[in-house]
Each structure stands twice: as structure tokens, then as C-alpha cells.
């Protein structure tokens, strides 16, 4: 008779946790160490932030002239308040007659808070103030600016108007019905549409 072959013993091939604890608990705990950190640094700064937001939202409401503007600019910089406190700022100075303050402001504004929401009416307000300094051919370009970056924005009607008010002004009266012509078009029953239609009339003699 044949002996039987000896035969070898099974390989376990399934996962032993305390075979792993064992061998890597080091890393394991090091891990664990480095995500709890990470963890209350995420919360700690959000906490932070959120506190920060809140506090520039209490300053600006609570800001009645130009310092109290200035200050929730230089406090708060980079927050939302402080690019509201900008334009609030550059309203106060056009109304103080203070307009190459006001175009500076703004520009700061533009160059620092791209992605604010209300960026397209900073666009107008410059365009305004432009307008106030006398300098029409600037400011016409600006409403153009405004009408074609900014189109869907809320802003895009009101600086259609204003170049057809420019060019009226300037007696091109074939680019002013144009423009005209386009509010009426874009802007169905609207205020603006209304405003377009009245205001391209032809002047009574």
C-alpha cells in the first residue's frame, strides 16, 4: 500500500483585526491623532469665521457716515460687509461732491471684490459718478461695459437707458432708438421697457 502524501495546512487568508492592530497600531493611532486635529481646526476656524462675518454685518449696520464705512473696510477686509461698506462709502462721497474719492473707492472695490454680488452695480455707480464728473465718453463706455459683461444682471436695464440718455444727448439719435429699441425688446413689460418707449419719442416741436 502507498503512504498518502503529507498534505500542507490551509493558509488563512481572512483579515485578523488584532493581527492588524498589532502590526500597525502606531500608524493607526497616529492617523486617528492627525484627523481629530484636523477636525477641530476645520470647526475651530469656521467657528471663527462665522463670527467674524456676523461681527461685520453688526459694524456695517451700525455705520452712519463715511468713517464708519472706512472702519468695517480696514476691520473686516475680504468679507462681504466690507465690500457693501465700499460701495456705501462711494454713494456718500458722490453725495459730499467728493467724485475723485468716490471713483477711487470704487475702483478698489472692482479690483478686490470681482465675485461680490452686487460687482455690476459698483460697474454702474462708477459710471454714474464718471457722469457727474463731466466725462460722458468714460462713462458711456462704462454703461457699455456693464450692458455686456453684466447682460442677465439688474443693472444691465438701468445702463441701457443711461447710453441712450448719453446719446441723446450727444444728438445721435439713430444709436439712441437702437439702444432703445433693444430695452423695449429684452425687457418686455417692464418699468424700463415703459421708460424706454416714453423716452424714445421724438422731442415736440
Known amino acids: 500500500m502507498s503512504t498518502p502524501a503529507p498534505t500542507s495546512p490551509p493558509i488563512e487568508t481572512g483579515f485578523d483585526p488584532l493581527v492588524f492592530w498589532v502590526q500597525h497600531r502606531q ?20 467657528l471663527l469665521r462665522t463670527r467674524k462675518l456676523a461681527a461685520a454685518a ?26 457693501d461698506a465700499h460701495l456705501l462709502l462711494a454713494d456718500q462721497l458722490r453725495k459730499e461732491g467728493k467724485l475723485d474719492e468716490a471713483i477711487t473707492t470704487l475702483r478698489t472695490f472692482i479690483d478686490n471684490y470681482g465675485d461680490h454680488p452686487l460687482i455690476s452695480g459698483a460697474w454702474t455707480s462708477l459710471a454714474v459718478t464718471q457722469e457727474a464728473q463731466g466725462k460722458q465718453d468714460e462713462a458711456l463706455s462704462t454703461y457699455q461695459k456693464v450692458s455686456t459683461t453684466f447682460a442677465t444682471s439688474f443693472s444691465a436695464p438701468i ?23 433693444q430695452v423695449i425688446s429684452q425687457h418686455q413689460g417692464t418699468s424700463f421697457a415703459r421708460q424706454a418707449m416714453q423716452e424714445n419719442q421724438p422731442a415736440k416741436k
Open 27 to 46: 500608524k493607526v493611532v497616529l492617523l486617528a491623532t492627525l484627523l481629530v486635529a484636523g477636525l477641530v481646526i476645520y470647526f475651530a476656524s469656521e
Open 58 to 83: 453688526q459694524e456695517l449696520a451700525s455705520a452712519k457716515d463715511a468713517d464708519g464705512y472706512r472702519r468695517v473696510i480696514s476691520d473686516y477686509r475680504g468679507t462681504a460687509a466690507a465690500g
Open 159 to 181: 445702463a441701457l437707458l443711461a447710453q441712450g440718455r448719453i446719446f441723446k444727448e450727444k444728438g445721435k439719435t439713430e444709436d439712441a432708438k437702437r439702444i432703445y429699441d
